[in-house]
């Protein structure tokens, strides 16, 4: 998958098939839309996703990083990234399609949710695109909302179900576990003399996570010795008040593995909410309560 950031700088050398958004998440709605685009490289169409983003430091569902292995594995040709710059943001509805779909990204096809809003003030619509579909020589597709339980699946939706730890909800609107990637760092070693020795990494900044507490979770190692292996575990997020940091983390203990991680990215995908993070009286209350979460973990996966 190629990436480019910014629409202004760049023209295609061939015809594409375009969807367009924010994509924050690239839930099962977001997925259906690119599917489509994906389906016309048959036709000999490269697949273009285009994400505009109103401000970079609104927390998002995915990091760049993220997001861009996600597309990749969605079979996308091409990542257009693109900040909601002046240019952008007061450009006439009109002139957008014009100027940057059809001219400059060469779109044959395009598909786009029925919410889908473009162009100065928000006054583009899928109307104003089936208007001129016809003169500018493109399809265009309106693709209904994907749902769930009665409720179209959007990134609020799944927001939402974040910030009251339903992760396994959250799994369910984005079609994947709700995932944290970062790399491996040299901790405190705590987990290591309670005989549990565990992973910790500490989230891209912005990226939203569920509330703090202990999770069954499993783990994808990306790099290193053990790349494409995939463990089973518990994950605690927070700031491990019994012993006291100073940031919020991400420590996973992971079942059946010895090893070595340091330094490696690793991929921790959460599952199911166990209980909120709390602080104990010492270390051996903490060891106690660790050895019940590993149970909770070992009798999810198991059931």
């Known amino acids: 998958m190629k990436y480019i950031e910014g629409l202004m700088d760049y023209t295609m050398d061939r015809d594409t098939a375009v969807t367009l958004g924010k994509f924050d998440g690239l839930h099962r709605g977001h997925q259906k839309l690119i599917g489509k685009i994906c389906a016309k490289q048959e036709e000999g169409l490269e697949s273009v996703v285009v994400t505009i983003w109103p401000d970079p430091k609104i927390p998002a569902l995915l990091t760049k990083g993220e997001k861009k292995e996600r597309l990749k594995s969605l079979g996308v040709s091409w990542w257009i990234d693109c900040p909601f710059l002046p240019e952008i943001s007061h450009m006439e509805p009109e002139t957008f399609v014009r100027e940057i779909l059809v001219r400059r990204l060469r779109a044959k096809y395009i598909a786009i949710g029925t919410d889908f809003r473009f162009g100065y003030q928000r006054k583009g619509d899928w109307k104003l695109l089936l208007a001129l579909q ?170």
């Open 134 to 303: 016809q003169e500018l020589n493109y399809e265009l597709e309106i693709v209904e909302k994907e749902t769930y339980e009665g409720r179209e699946i959007s990134s609020t939706y799944v927001k939402e179900a974040l910030e009251q730890g339903k992760v396994d909800l959250a799994g369910k609107l984005l079609g994947y576990p709700y995932t944290v990637q970062g790399e491996v760092l040299h901790g405190r070693r705590i987990g290591r003399t309670l005989g549990m020795p565990t992973t910790n990494l500490i989230p891209s900044a912005g990226k939203i996570l569920p509330p703090n507490g202990v999770y069954a979770s499993k783990t994808q190692i990306e790099t290193g010795d053990y790349a494409g292996r995939s463990f089973a575990g518990v994950t605690n997020i927070g700031y491990k008040p019994t012993i006291g940091e100073y940031f919020r983390g991400v420590e996973t203990y992971l079942f059946d593995f010895e090893g070595d991680l340091y330094g490696e990215l690793i991929e921790v995908q959460l599952y199911a909410f166990e209980r909120p993070e709390q602080k104990f009286s010492g270390r051996e209350e903490l060891k106690e309560q660790m050895h019940r979460d590993i149970e909770f973990g070992k009798e999810y996966f198991s059931g």
